[in-house]
């Protein structure tokens, strides 16, 4: 099973990138081209997923964008890593918990590499460390094809969250790679798409 790794060194808008990602899911589908790890990062953007509750908008000046994603209301912005995912999981377990399990293992190897002691938490999905969210998950799946991602914390502003409740949660518990060991990330997107395979392979 071949999946491509894209790695967009610019900026992609939100709404770009979902246009490319679905137009992916349908070809794989189809059986039309390759599975897709995707690493990438979005100007400042507000995303809600199907369980958005309008009451999570602090600042009304803000503008949401919903998606078909799973989840609530969450934040995109420079210094965040953006990984989107185009699994076929018809050639894998169909099990939606092992993949979104296989995801959290990827993150924790991750943040490991850097000395972060993080943890997976069942009742809130996402990564954790010291109390605070440092990657956030949201997925959607059709025909067994999972799809949307998962976002990394690295160096971003973490005040654009006081403008929701992120993932429902108190918007100050938040954290970054950069706000825990003050470490700044150079040439590590490959690393870290070889850590999602090897897990992603073994479901």
Same mark, same amino acid.
């Given at each position: 099973?071949?999946?491509?790794? /894209?790695?967009?060194? @610019?900026? +992609?808008? *939100? ?8 137009? &992916? !899911? ?23 997923? !199907? ?9 009304? @000046? ?5 998606? =078909? ?7 995109? @912005?420079?210094?965040?890593?953006? +990984?989107?995912? !185009?699994?076929?999981?018809?050639? &894998?377990? /169909? ?11 990827? $993150? ?6 850097? /000395? +972060?002691?993080? /943890?997976?938490?069942?009742? =809130? ?14 997925? &959607? ?36 790679? *950069? ?10 997107? &490959?690393?870290?798409?070889? $850590? ?6 073994? +479901?």
């Amino acid at each position: 099973m071949n999946i491509e790794v /894209k790695i967009s060194k @610019n900026p +992609i808008t *939100y709404k770009k990138a979902m246009l490319l990602m679905n137009k &992916r !899911v349908e070809e794989v589908k189809l059986g039309k081209n390759n599975e897709l790890i995707w690493l990438l990062e979005h100007p400042t953007t507000y995303s809600a997923g !199907v369980s958005f509750n309008k009451k999570d908008v602090l600042n009304k @000046n803000i503008k949401v964008i919903k998606t =078909n994603r799973g989840g609530k209301i969450t934040l995109h @912005n420079k210094g965040q890593k953006i +990984i989107y995912f !185009v699994i076929n999981l018809n050639n &894998r377990k /169909k099990d939606i918990r092992k993949f979104i399990s296989a995801l959290e293992n990827s $993150i924790l190897q991750f943040l490991n590499i850097y /000395k +972060i002691k993080a /943890k997976s938490d069942k009742k =809130n999905i996402g990564i954790w460390v010291k109390g605070k969210k440092i990657a956030a998950i949201g997925l &959607r799946v059709s025909r067994w094809i999972a799809f949307h991602g998962c976002s990394i914390n690295i160096k971003n502003n973490l005040k654009q969250y006081l403008n929701i409740v992120p993932c429902g949660l108190n918007n100050e518990l938040v954290t970054s790679i *950069y706000n825990e060991k003050k470490i700044r990330l150079r040439n590590y997107e &490959r690393k870290i798409a070889n $850590i999602f395979i090897k897990n992603i392979d073994k +479901i």
